[in-house]
């Protein structure tokens, strides 16, 4: 089994990949920091962009929602000065009204998020990484902002001052996300953002210890390249909690719970400073810009 | 001014008419024994239709619905097991969520009504019956359903044993209703089912007795046509109550609190039956079956 630690839109492509190069069964641990209550609607943005990669629906251009989707239901909505600025397609927020319908009646997170891959005929295995809501805060001069507020409605524009993890104050792991650490062949860590998809996933300790505990076989692949993330928004939101923007900041930031990571060739330079950290670096091409580059870069991570 | 106490479809049309041929204020007394919770949204068909038609944007070959809607987010909702035999539009989605959201922030159904309605740029009234919960259930031989698993979803097969109104013990009437009523040059009850439209409104004492007080400037348009329902379930209904389905079946329902009622110049020869109960009938054509039939029963109803 290959368990996969995963944010949204670049883990999808990793993920998509892996199911196409591997026959083991993957156990996709989720991101829930930038879960978010929205129009009365529990809406799980990495878990659905995950949810739609692996059952074939994922709109691949813009690389989140649903394929062929309209927005009927937000153009009326907005007339009645409902919020606009989180883009739900009409197919899209059947997943959310079909979510939060089915909390409402006491199910945990993860329980639904079973219930919702079956139905979606996936055939891996979708974690949430705690059954509990635990969000990423991000701190403005316009004030604590909600991770998707931040990213989608002011676009990632406002200064950004600190970042911080709003749950219970000893935050557990959902059922299963421990085992699938311990008992995994290998633990892949996705080229999310390392602030906002993977730091609110080791930020519950018994994830980390999980995998601090089998080290050797956690392998991160970089999310950054030279001196700029992939995408998104990694860039400001390493810095602003000091982190170098580089695979070797990236690298410090998981030394303590990786054994190696993937960076991309044209860092090769960084392999040594890296190894410094006890962390040894292995070098590919790791940009992923159609199926070929996903599958490729796939194929070197499942021979970790 | 004028009031007009309204169920749905049939009422939507005469609704419709009046605003075309008078120029003074409408006020519309909406039925609420139709509202139900569903997905985890509070859904008011009647007042959804009655908003539609005052806005332009009902879909009047249906006669429920936005026009040009799409049924996108329940395709895929049902491949989740989300009920799908509520036939909810992309578009008319959009009015069932910001309604639910106004209601969560502690709004009574009359706020929000007045909210929608000032978004939706509709000039005349439209108010709840009351802002309490009353519910019309349906007692059949599979148990007691409301209205709508009872009409849409069964399709009005079962057989009805009775109808009861489930609500608070004193249900109330909302803010302003008794003063429409009141206040108004004369007050219109549409041909709407009697049991499912009409029978939730009177049902409320404070109502039904502010109509009786103004009874000689109550007039009721019938919803029967010789011995069968205009459209709908009302025959069935009518019956269920021990109802004679005939426009003097309803004169004799509505005695307490009309003073005339207009039925079809086919049924002339119930004129002086519906008389003998101390209602006065007038004779018209009262199908609507377009544009024009509705706006010359308008009329009619408007100058009684």
């Given at each position: 089994m290959l368990t996969v630690l995963a944010g949204g839109t670049g883990s999808a492509k990793l993920v998509r990949g892996l199911t196409?190069?591997?026959?083991?069964?993957?156990?996709?641990?989720?991101n829930v920091g930038d879960n978010i209550s929205?129009?009365?609607?529990?809406?799980?943005?990495?878990?659905?962009?995950?949810?739609?990669a692996l059952s074939g629906l994922l709109d691949t251009s813009r690389g989140w929602g649903v394929k062929d989707d309209t927005f009927h239901f937000l153009e009326q909505a907005s007339r009645y000065g409902v919020e606009d600025w989180f883009r739900l397609g009409d197919k899209d927020l059947a997943l959310h009204i079909a979510r939060t319908k089915l909390l409402k009646t006491g199910l945990t997170l993860t329980e639904v998020t079973k219930i919702l891959g079956e139905k979606m005929k996936i055939s891996h295995r979708v974690l949430p990484a705690s059954d509990q809501h635990i969000e990423t805060r991000i701190k403005t001069p316009k004030g604590e902002l909600h991770?998707?507020?931040f990213w989608v409605k002011l676009k990632?524009?406002?200064?950004?001052?600190?970042?911080?993890?709003?749950?219970?104050?000893?935050p557990q792991p959902a059922p299963g996300v421990v085992e699938a650490i311990r008992d995994a062949r290998n633990i892949v860590i996705c080229p999310a953002n390392p602030v906002t998809s993977i730091a609110p996933i080791t930020y519950i300790s018994g994830i980390r210890d999980a995998l601090a505990s089998v080290r050797e076989r956690v392998?991160?692949?970089?999310?950054?390249?030279?001196?700029?993330?992939?995408?998104?928004?990694?860039?400001?939101?390493?810095r602003s909690i000091g982190v170098e923007v580089s695979p070797i900041g990236v690298a410090e930031l998981y030394s303590g719970f990786i054994g190696k990571m993937i960076i991309d060739e044209s860092d090769e330079v960084m392999v040594d400073g890296i190894g410094r950290l006890g962390v040894e670096a292995l070098t590919t091409d790791i940009l992923m810009e159609?199926?070929?580059?996903?599958?490729?870069?796939?194929?070197?991570?499942?021979?970790?």
């Amino acid at each position: 089994m290959l368990t996969v630690l995963a944010g949204g839109t670049g883990s999808a492509k990793l993920v998509r990949g892996l199911t196409h190069v591997v026959s083991e069964d993957l156990t996709v641990i989720m991101n829930v920091g930038d879960n978010i209550s929205l129009h009365g609607l529990y809406i799980c943005p990495d878990i659905d962009t995950i949810l739609y990669a692996l059952s074939g629906l994922l709109d691949t251009s813009r690389g989140w929602g649903v394929k062929d989707d309209t927005f009927h239901f937000l153009e009326q909505a907005s007339r009645y000065g409902v919020e606009d600025w989180f883009r739900l397609g009409d197919k899209d927020l059947a997943l959310h009204i079909a979510r939060t319908k089915l909390l409402k009646t006491g199910l945990t997170l993860t329980e639904v998020t079973k219930i919702l891959g079956e139905k979606m005929k996936i055939s891996h295995r979708v974690l949430p990484a705690s059954d509990q809501h635990i969000e990423t805060r991000i701190k403005t001069p316009k004030g604590e902002l909600h991770l998707q507020e931040f990213w989608v409605k002011l676009k990632g524009e406002p200064e950004v001052l600190g970042v911080t993890y709003q749950g219970p104050e000893h935050p557990q792991p959902a059922p299963g996300v421990v085992e699938a650490i311990r008992d995994a062949r290998n633990i892949v860590i996705c080229p999310a953002n390392p602030v906002t998809s993977i730091a609110p996933i080791t930020y519950i300790s018994g994830i980390r210890d999980a995998l601090a505990s089998v080290r050797e076989r956690v392998v991160a692949v970089s999310p950054v390249l030279g001196g700029r993330p992939v995408s998104g928004p990694a860039g400001k939101l390493l810095r602003s909690i000091g982190v170098e923007v580089s695979p070797i900041g990236v690298a410090e930031l998981y030394s303590g719970f990786i054994g190696k990571m993937i960076i991309d060739e044209s860092d090769e330079v960084m392999v040594d400073g890296i190894g410094r950290l006890g962390v040894e670096a292995l070098t590919t091409d790791i940009l992923m810009e159609d199926k070929k580059g996903e599958q490729r870069l796939a194929e070197f991570v499942a021979n970790v």
